[in-house]
T-cell receptor
Framework: EDQVTQSPEALRLQEGESSSLNCSYTVSGLRGLFWYRQDPGKGPEFLFTLYSAGEEKEKERLKATLTKKESFLHITAPKPEDSATYLCAGQGGFKTIFGAGTRLFVKA | DGGITQSPKYLFRKEGQNVTLSCEQNLNHDAMYWYRQDPGQGLRLIYYSQIVNDFQKGDIAEGYSVSREKKESFPLTVTSAQKNPTAFYLC???????????FGSGTRLTVV
């Protein structure tokens, strides 16, 4: 059964304290691994698509990486405005499977 | 600016009542989707449509119905058959499923 699992469920960081969010996936015929950011009460906002193991993408303080079993979202020197829920999703065939998300809190 | 508009932002449903959530996009995307989001769970697919006048059931379609009469519009009706409708509903569209989704701002439905 296709599955996407994110860890940790919640992560509390001090401003400037770098860390990583994990996304483990088992998705048959993976065509793309997606990362989204979701603020409270809003829809998710697209961040990255990764297509193959070894691929990396960056946007400001965020860098996403992909292996054959996992994806990581690295956050370098986070700021309070990076506080949000980060969702990972794997697409196999036409179906996209979402993880439950990691809630990130960054304290000034 | 192109995007997806969902309305209303908040909706209250009485027992036995059908309610309709609106979703409109001006991105010229062919594919549209409805997801349900509950605390601690991943987004779950309710219905999707890849082309006008055609739609497919997702993983949790029971108690819901949709229509796709225009490319821009994909309304979702939550029927009285849906026994636990309280949730955050998200509409999305995509140019191609490999490019990720553009989401609307969501509708929070509460049963009163």
């Amino acid at each position: 059964e296709d599955q996407v699992t994110q860890s940790p469920e919640a992560l509390r960081l001090q401003e400037g304290e770098s860390s990583s969010l994990n996304c483990s996936y088992t998705v048959s015929g993976l065509r793309g691994l997606f990362w989204y950011r979701q603020d409270p009460g809003k829809g998710p906002e697209f961040l990255f698509t990764l297509y193959s193991a070894g691929e990396e993408k960056e946007k400001e303080r965020l860098k996403a990486t992909l292996t054959k079993k996992e994806s990581f979202l690295h956050i370098t020197a986070p700021k309070p405005e990076d506080s949000a829920t980060y969702l990972c999703a794997g697409q196999g065939g036409f179906k996209t499977i979402f993880g439950a998300g990691t809630r990130l809190f960054v304290k000034a | 600016d192109g995007g997806i508009t969902q309305s209303p932002k908040y909706l209250f449903r009485k027992e036995g009542q059908n309610v309709t959530l609106s979703c409109e996009q001006n991105l010229n995307h062919d594919a549209m989707y409805w997801y349900r989001q509950d605390p601690g769970q991943g987004l779950r697919l309710i219905y999707y449509s890849q082309i006008v006048n055609d739609f497919q059931k997702g993983d949790i379609a029971e108690g819901y119905s949709v229509s796709r009469e225009k490319k821009e519009s994909f309304p979702l009706t939550v029927t009285s058959a849906q026994k636990n409708p309280t949730a955050f509903y998200l509409c999305a569209s995509s140019r191609d499923s490999e490019y990720g989704y553009t989401f609307g701002s969501g509708t929070r439905l509460t049963v009163v």
